[in-house]
């Protein structure tokens, strides 16, 4: 996944990619992609804190995505 986020552009979709510090976009692009966090409508909110349900849905959608 690593050498996925230098090459990984944000969907067009995002509203506040701009927001978004240039260093995370690929892998904030990467995370949306593979399906291991979802956003809220359009937007990514990059200042928002997870919840702990995110976080944790998240690490069992990367344990699934590892385990292909």
């Known amino acids: ?3 996925l986020t230098a090459v990984s552009n944000l ?9 978004i510090p240039a ?12 399906g291991l966090i979802t956003i ?5 909110n990059p200042n928002r ?3 702990r349900i995110e976080l944790a ?3 069992v959608n990367l344990t699934h995505l590892t385990a292909q």
């Open 1 to 3: 996944l690593e050498s």
């Open 11 to 19: 969907p067009l979709s995002v509203a506040d990619a701009s927001s």
């Open 23 to 34: 260093e995370w976009r690929g892998y904030v692009a990467v995370a949306l992609q593979k």
């Open 40 to 44: 809220d409508g359009n937007k990514f």
């Open 49 to 51: 804190a997870l919840t």
């Open 57 to 59: 849905l998240a690490m």
